[in-house]
Every structure is written in structure tokens, then in C-alpha cells.
């Protein structure tokens, strides 16, 4: 019967061809319609044989429902159907609620959890342990540099220079007493730069002393942050709200480690992976290849029989109904098809399939690491900080004007860059120095007032002094200004000298108290990383659970024992029949395809030859 239909179905695309490229017929359309029709024509045709070849090979045993339903949801490996039972599916369920409820939360409480917990865990790291605060305290309240003597020095120094020049200048000069001035001068100005500016370069010293202390200070900003945010209300409720919500995801993972098929849920979890797991480029169809789009091919295939080109083709205009008693099991077929399509919904089934793939590797995670039970330890953690937040801080608004300060010394670093490069300016690290002396004191007596005048009118660099004085004089007064403001700012810090203590006593108590938990700390942080580590499910993924126990169980539809697909018309005599065909190797019937199809092509090639020319 069978091989009967298939070559009506060849005669049947002989006519069809005939009619569309024959020469005694009317001039062949090349317009887009009518290649759209014989598009469609060939395609009813392709159904129908593929339909019947279906057929054969299910009933011959070469072929099995599993295998076209395997197709169909572009499942790999048949067999996989048989590797789960409705126990398994049930389990499977289990376990990607299971994931859901420890994964249950936003990721940003994970990350605010793991960091506030660390900030407990660095005051212990607190600097106030090795640094005295007092004497910091102190070293800024003895601050001073004193500018008294070279302010004096250089105004003398201006004086004199001044009388030297009008004596110089002048057409009566006194010579004598402009000597006497320059003995003066002399003098005020080797006093200047040989001892009273390397007093100052010592004063600078000093400053990168107070730079290290005002450093140790800043320290302490932080641990007055530290202090101030553990004992806020704010951060201790939050945190022990996020440490609650962890509760569930411990009391969760403990459930899971102590299931005893653990090994047998993962396994079967990864058979349902695979199941639903759809691959970016699939595999070429072999059986469905007439039937792409699955129901909707097969339906469309049996509103075919009743087209009028059809019946004209295959049984010279009348009803095609031995063909439709023989595709009568297909109509069984395409039903069940159905029923898949409006289940195995493109959409749910990348989400069930995304939970399924994160549960799996959470799953892994979690018999891979082992991880400890944190209950007890969470329930520590909690007691302490709400311990801590109910400590009351009344000197909370002047602990946040000493972090102001402290976060703040531009008066004490302006100061210091001004004194660095007054320093380091050429005026006062390159001037000039071994010719200052225009005649040896020691031989001083040995020249008249004539000649050592003359020497100084005709030696003495007048300009680069007067601009050497006036800058020091200029940088002196900007120096001074910076240093009264230093002391200023020093004297607001050092009054907050006895808060500080008792701030710095109440950081230490603190320190003490969170460090008698500090490994409980570590094994919640631990326990956090791990759960920021596990894939989370989505809302969706955990809402669409359910729909996995409908997706696996489609495999009890189409067991062997299923619904059967063999003709429901009477069989032909004996001496008719078509002999049943061997269960053959899947080599084998490749071949047998690929000979048949090839036999085909050349048939078809020759044909469209014959008629074209």
C-alpha cells in the first residue's frame, strides 16, 4: 500500500511538473506568483511523501515516536526521555525551588552586607592601638617657628643698605661713617643667611615632623567614622535586617547538604538540562523534514486532499480517501503535536531552562565547597550589633567638626609649601655669598676711608642686594600671616583634646566587643561570598518553576506503548501485502535514503531536460 502511494505521489509530481514547464501549453510565467504556487505545490507534495515515510518507518521499527517527538523539540538524544521518572521530575522541581529561596534577594543586599561587614572587620585594624593621641595633641599645641629675627635682621640690613647708597650717590659724601654702615651691613647680613635662614631650614624640619602627626591624626578620622557608623541606629538596623534574610538561604543550604540523594538529584538535573536546553544552531531534521513548523505542516497537509490540483494529480480529479485512511494515523500524530506546541512555548522554555542551568551550577557549588552552617554564627553577630547600635553617642555633633578639621588642613599644608619654596627660591639658595666681604676685616685698618669707599662704590652689587632684602622682607610678612593661621587651626584641633579621649576609650571598648565575634564575622562574610557566588534565579525563573513538571512529563505521551500510529484501513490479501522490512541499522538506512533520494533527483533532472528542450 505504502510503496503504491508513493508512486502515485511520484506520477503525481510528473503531472505537476508536466503541466507547469510543458512547451505545447501556454508560455511559461516566470512572474513571482506563479513561482510562489509551484513553491507551495512541491511543498504539499514533500509532506505527503514525507507523512508516509514516517509511517512506514514507524511501523517497520526503524523509527520510534520518541524519536520524532525528540525532533520535534529539538532534543538531541531520544533517550534521554528515559532517564527520568515522575519521582525525578518531582525532585528535580524541589531543587530549583531550592536554589530560588537561598538565592531570594536582590544582589545589592549581598554586596552592602559583604560591605559593612567589612568595615567591622577593619576596625579592628584600628591605628589608635599604637599611636598616643595626647602627644599628638601635644606636639600641636608646642608648635612655633619664630621669623622675629630675620624680619628684624633684613629691616636693619634695608637701612643700612639705603644710607650706603645715599652716601654713594651723593657729590659730599661722608665716607667714614658710609664705612662704618657697611661694617654693620656686613655683619647683619652674614648673621642673615649664615645663621638666622639655617634656624629656618631647621623650623622646616620641624613642620615634616607635624606633617607625620597631623597623618596619625587623619587616622583617627577614620576611626571615628568607624565608630560613629557602627554606633548609628540607621546601620544597625540595616544590617541586621540583611543578617536575618540571610537566615533563610542558611537554613536552606543545610536542608540541601543533608538530603541523602543529593548526587542522584544533580545527576538527573543534568538530564533535564539537556532535555531543555535549546542549541543556537540545532541539528539538521531527518525525519520532520517536510514539516518544519511541526502541527501547523501536518494540519495544513490534510486540507490539501481536498484541493482540487491535487485530486486532478494523484487520482484524476476524484476524492482522495484510500490516501487519507492511509495518513488517518498521522491525524493521531499531529493532535499530540499540538498539544506540545501550546506547551513547549519558545519563551517558557529558555526560562525553564535558564533556572534548570543555574540550579545545576549553584547546586555543584554547594556539594563542591561544602560550606559550614553559619546559623549560630549569624545569630551572634546579630546580638552584637544590636548591642552596639543601642550605644549612645552625645558627642556625635563635635566628633563631625574634628573630622572637618582634620579632613581639612589646608592652612598647615599652604603654610608648609610656602616655607618650602621660600627656601628653596633662588634668592635664597643661590645668592651669592663668597663676595659679600669687598675687604678682609683683618686688613681693614690697613686702608684709608678713601680707599675703602672707592672699593665699595665700585664693588658693591647694589641692586642684587635691595632685591634680595625686599623679597625676603615680602616673604617674611606672607610667612608670618601663614604661621598665625596654623596656630589657629591647631589650637581648634587640640580643644577637642579631652572628647577625643573619651571618644578614642569608647573605639577601643568597641574594638574589644566586635573582636570577641570577629571569627563568627569571617564565617558570615564567608558565607555571603558563597552566596554571591551561586546564581541567582530571576523572578520569572522562580515563578515558572511549575511549568518544569509539564515540560518533563510529555515523555509519558510517547512511550513505545503509546498511541499507535499503524493505518486504520483494512489490509490487503496476503498475496498483496507489503512485506514487513526488517528493524535495519541506522548506517543502512541512511544509505537506503540517500540512494533513494538520489534515484529521485536524476529522475526530476531528466524530466525538466526533456521538457525544457
Request: aromatic share 8%; proline share 3%; hydrophobic share 40%.
Amino acid at each position: 500500500m505504502y510503496h503504491y502511494i508513493l508512486v502515485l505521489l511520484v506520477i503525481g509530481i510528473f503531472i505537476l511538473l508536466h503541466s507547469l514547464f510543458s512547451k505545447s501549453g501556454p508560455k511559461r510565467s516566470n512572474d513571482p506568483e506563479s513561482i510562489k504556487t509551484i513553491e507551495e505545490k512541491t511543498a504539499t507534495l514533500a509532506r505527503l511523501i514525507n507523512a508516509i515515510s514516517i509511517q512506514n518507518e514507524i511501523n517497520s521499527g526503524s523509527v520510534t515516536m520518541k524519536e520524532v517527538i525528540a525532533e520535534v523539540l529539538d532534543v538531541r538524544n531520544a533517550t534521554l526521555f528515559d532517564t527520568i521518572t515522575e519521582k525525578d521530575i518531582s525532585d528535580v522541581v524541589k531543587a530549583v525551588k531550592t536554589v530560588g529561596s537561598i538565592t531570594d534577594r536582590p544582589a545589592q543586599i549581598i554586596n552592602e552586607t559583604t560591605e559593612k561587614l567589612n568595615k567591622v572587620l577593619l576596625l579592628g585594624n584600628s591605628t589608635l592601638q599604637t599611636f598616643s593621641i595626647s602627644q599628638m595633641f601635644s606636639s600641636l599645641n608646642g608648635f612655633d617657628i619664630h621669623f622675629g629675627s630675620i624680619a628684624s635682621g633684613i629691616h636693619q640690613l634695608i637701612e643700612n643698605l639705603g644710607f650706603i647708597v645715599q652716601e654713594i650717590e651723593s657729590s659730599n659724601p661722608n665716607k667714614k661713617m658710609t664705612v662704618e654702615h657697611y661694617s654693620k651691613f656686613f655683619f647683619s647680613f652674614y648673621n642673615l643667611h649664615r645663621y638666622a635662614l639655617q634656624v629656618l631650614k631647621k623650623g622646616h624640619e620641624d613642620v615634616k615632623d607635624i606633617e607625620k602627626t597631623l597623618g596619625g591624626l587623619n587616622s583617627l578620622v577614620v576611626d571615628i567614622e568607624k565608630y560613629q557608623l557602627l554606633t548609628n541606629q540607621t546601620f544597625s538596623t540595616t544590617l541586621i535586617s540583611s543578617l536575618n534574610s540571610l537566615l533563610s538561604s542558611a537554613v536552606s543550604i543545610k536542608s540541601w547538604l543533608n538530603v541523602n540523594n543529593k548526587t542522584h538529584v544533580i545527576k538527573k538535573l543534568e538530564y533535564m538540562n539537556q532535555i531543555m536546553a535549546t542549541r543556537v544552531f540545532g541539528h539538521d531534521k531527518k525525519l520532520l523534514i517536510g514539516f518544519p513548523k511541526h502541527s501547523k505542516d501536518l494540519a495544513e497537509m490534510f486540507e490539501n486532499l481536498e484541493e482540487k490540483w491535487l485530486k486532478e494529480s494523484l487520482n484524476k480529479g476524484n476524492a482522495l480517501d484510500k490516501l487519507k485512511r492511509v495518513l488517518e494515523p498521522m491525524s493521531k500524530i499531529q493532535r499530540e503535536l499540538v498539544s506540545i506546541d501550546k506547551i513547549w512555548i519558545k519563551s517558557i522554555r529558555e526560562t525553564c531552562a535558564s533556572a534548570v542551568r543555574k540550579s545545576l551550577s549553584s547546586l555543584k557549588l554547594l556539594e563542591k565547597t561544602k560550606p559550614i552552617d553559619v546559623s549560630d554564627s549569624l545569630s551572634k553577630v546579630n546580638t552584637t550589633f544590636g548591642n552596639l547600635g543601642s550605644i549612645a553617642d552625645d558627642n556625635s555633633a563635635a566628633l563631625d567638626e574634628l573630622k572637618r578639621l582634620l579632613s581639612s588642613s589646608e592652612p598647615f599644608t599652604s603654610f608648609s609649601n610656602q616655607l618650602a619654596g621660600f627656601l628653596e627660591s633662588p634668592e635664597i639658595a643661590q645668592f651669592p655669598l663668597n663676595n659679600f666681604s669687598l675687604f678682609e676685616i683683618n686688613n681693614r685698618d690697613e686702608k684709608t676711608d678713601d680707599d675703602k669707599f672707592n672699593l665699595l662704590k665700585e664693588r658693591l652689587a647694589i641692586m642684587n642686594y635691595s632685591r634680595n632684602f625686599e623679597f625676603i622682607k615680602e616673604q617674611m610678612e606672607i610667612l608670618q600671616s601663614g604661621k598665625n593661621k596654623v596656630t589657629d587651626y591647631f589650637q581648634k584641633i587640640v580643644g577637642f583634646n579631652n572628647i577625643t579621649n573619651i571618644t578614642v576609650a569608647s573605639i577601643r571598648k568597641l574594638i574589644e566587643i566586635s573582636q570577641t565575634v570577629k571569627s563568627d564575622i569571617m564565617a558570615v562574610k564567608s558565607f555571603v561570598q558563597l552566596l554571591n557566588e551561586l546564581s541567582t534565579l530571576s523572578r520569572k525563573e522562580r515563578e515558572i518553576t511549575d511549568e518544569l513538571t509539564n515540560k518533563a512529563s510529555i515523555r509519558t505521551n510517547f512511550r513505545p506503548s503509546g498511541p499507535s500510529v499503524r493505518p486504520s484501513v483494512r489490509r490487503p490479501s496476503a498475496s498483496s501485502a507489503v512485506r514487513p522490512v526488517r528493524p535495519r541499522t541506522d548506517r543502512f538506512v541512511r544509505f537506503v535514503r540517500f540512494v533513494r533520494f538520489v534515484r529521485f533527483v536524476r529522475f526530476v533532472r531528466h524530466a525538466l531536460i526533456g521538457w525544457a528542450f
